[in-house]
């Protein structure tokens, strides 16, 4: 989810928290862990950071290792390592209780998108991504923020967010019920797909669809359960060649390899360089699919440029290349 959604989320569970008789009968307690679940609920994004330093280290790390097995352990004994010492007298079991269901609530929400997490590392590397709520829901924000403001009126905070959770279970089961109904949708145009990939929006019927079956990929969007197939692409295994061996060393695309389920790769040859280009099929725009991997190389396969991330225009790319246009 966004930042914004895990701050309202850390709040909701703060105020939940007062339906714990310990917290609610100790200020210095339920001051705590309010403080407690709205850092636990942003704490394992701290590896944003990354994109400081570049886009490949970004992709390959971001809900990676902060969103693992052992770091939803560890993130509640540093949080209690800074807060506790500043309020003594809280009661320290559960303080960490709230704090650790505050970072386990951001790793769990964080799966039902499309992008997903790493939270069964060290386990498996593989992304948990179940694609049913879009980075930024507005409903989700939408019913936070209403009960958050219920909160400040003088409603009790513990019933009103009891009562926000169980509408959120309702909506998530909603969003997985409308997604069964677009695979099904999606099947009934492409019976022999193989996988179906559903990436949704912040408008609710709308989806979009990357699917396949052993020879083709297929782009479209869902309305509903109305499917419009887009594009369709021939399914040709990378080969094993020496330009795209090359390039699958640099960086850039092995950071995109690492992270993206379904694409498509070009190769172009030019009098003085190469460039291969990998798209992946999940995010259609407006006719143009903003996520790729770029690698210039010269014709002795040496690096000269790469570049992967979102990128809107052509322009735009050969300007983040910067190197050899076209």
Known sequence: MDTGTHVVMGIALGGLATLDPVVASN??????????TIAGSQIPDIDTVLKLRNNAIYIRNHRGVTHSIPAVLLWPLILLAVIYPFFPTANLLHLWGWTF???????????????????????????????????????????????????????DPGYTFLGMFIVLIGYYLLRFYAQ??????????????????????????????????????????????????????????????????????????????SFSPVYR?????????YEVR?????????????????????????PISSYTGWVFSEKKLRKKLSIIPN
């Open 27 to 36: 200020s210095a307690t339920a001051t705590s862990v309010l403080i407690a």
């Open 101 to 155: 269901a505050a970072v386990f609530i951001h790793v769990f929400v964080d799966i039902f998108n499309a992008y997903g997490t790493q939270a069964l590392r060290p386990f498996t590397s593989k992304w948990v991504a179940l694609g049913v709520i879009n980075t930024f829901d507005p409903i989700i924000f939408g019913i936070h923020v209403a009960a958050i403001v219920i909160w400040v009126i003088g409603a």
């Open 180 to 257: 069964a109904k677009v695979r099904e949708a999606v099947r009934k145009i492409i019976p022999d797909a193989t996988d179906i990939i559903t990436s949704p929006t912040m408008k609710f019927n709308f989806w979009r669809i990357a699917a396949m079956n052993e020879e083709e990929f297929f782009v479209g969007r869902a309305m509903g359960t109305n499917i419009v197939i887009y594009d369709r692409f021939k399914r040709v295994p990378v080969p094993k060649t020496p330009v795209l061996e090359a390039a699958k060393k640099d960086s850039n695309l092995a950071a995109f390899l």
């Open 265 to 273: 790769w070009e190769l172009d040859e030019y009098d003085d360089h």
């Open 278 to 302: 990998f798209i992946d099929l999940r995010y259609r725009s407006n006719g143009h699919y903003p996520f790729v991997a770029v690698v210039q190389l010269d014709l002795e396969l040496n």
